[in-house]
């Protein structure tokens, strides 16, 4: 009996697709709109129509947010073995190419580009120079290397500061014997 109406029920799962749908889209966010897939509309705070038959919509939040990298074990200039964590303080400012044009997953191209980019920072430092300017300068280098890699993304970068920095030893083990990193070799 169920099989029987099954056809029903997808018959008017299609017709509600020709009926037009309303999106509410709050002022902490924007969203876009691809029309036929492939022409990307932004909209904005406000209320907005669509066709789901040929449409299709997206929000997502475009107000201030935070993203918290995880640790990393790291290199200095100087082989000094360091671990270091950041927070990148951010805002959506071009919906359409955050999620639209040249992207799909903001929180993880972010993500990617800011611990490169903490990689990038830290290991142009040595040791007793990223301990020197820690507050200053490291977070100023940080937060511009972020921002100019992620605008091209349509995200504006705020900051991007450490909240972990530590010296630390890393070992890799291979089976049960331990690999001896390259800091390690000289004190024998």
Same mark, same amino acid.
């Given at each position: 009996?169920?099989? &029987?109406?099954?056809?029903?029920?997808?018959?008017?799962?299609? #017709?509600?697709?020709?009926?037009? @749908?309303?999106?509410?889209?709050? &002022? *902490?966010? &924007?969203?876009? !709109?691809?029309?036929?897939?492939? =022409?990307? @509309? %932004?909209?904005?705070?406000?209320? =907005?129509?669509?066709?789901?038959?040929?449409?299709? +919509?997206? *929000?997502?939040?475009? +107000?201030?947010?935070?993203?918290? #990298?995880?640790?990393?074990?790291?290199?200095?200039?100087? @082989?000094?073995?360091?671990?270091?964590? +950041?927070?990148? /303080?951010?805002?959506?400012?071009?919906?359409?190419?955050?999620?639209?044009?040249?992207?799909?997953?903001?929180?993880?191209?972010?993500?990617?580009?800011?611990? *490169?980019?903490? /990689? !990038?920072?830290?290991?142009?430092?040595?040791?007793? %120079?990223?301990?020197?300017?820690?507050?200053?300068?490291?977070?100023?280098?940080?937060?511009? *290397?972020?921002?100019?890699?992620?605008?091209?993304?349509?995200?504006?970068? =705020?900051?991007? +500061?450490?909240t972990d920095f530590s010296t630390?030893? /890393?070992? !890799? /083990?291979?089976?049960?014997?331990?690999?001896?990193?390259? &800091?390690?070799?000289?004190?024998?």
């Open positions: 009996m169920t099989e &029987a109406f099954s056809w029903l029920g997808s018959l008017v799962e299609s #017709l509600g697709s020709l009926i037009p @749908r309303r999106v509410i889209v709050r &002022a *902490t966010h &924007a969203g876009v !709109k691809w029309i036929w897939g492939r =022409h990307v @509309r %932004e909209m904005n705070a406000g209320i =907005h129509w669509y066709w789901p038959v040929t449409t299709e +919509a997206v *929000t997502i939040v475009i +107000a201030r947010q935070t993203l918290n #990298l995880p640790t990393q074990a790291l290199v200095t200039k100087d @082989r000094q073995q360091v671990v270091a964590g +950041a927070v990148v /303080v951010y805002s959506i400012n071009d919906v359409v190419k955050a999620i639209g044009e040249r992207n799909w997953d903001v929180d993880t191209t972010i993500n990617d580009i800011a611990q *490169t980019a903490l /990689v !990038k920072v830290i290991s142009k430092f040595s040791l007793e %120079e990223l301990l020197d300017s820690l507050d200053s300068d490291i977070e100023e280098r940080l937060t511009q *290397t972020c921002r100019r890699q992620l605008d091209k993304f349509g995200v504006y970068v =705020h900051r991007c +500061a450490l630390c030893r /890393v070992y !890799k /083990v291979l089976g049960d014997s331990p690999f001896k990193s390259p &800091a390690d070799e000289g004190e024998e």
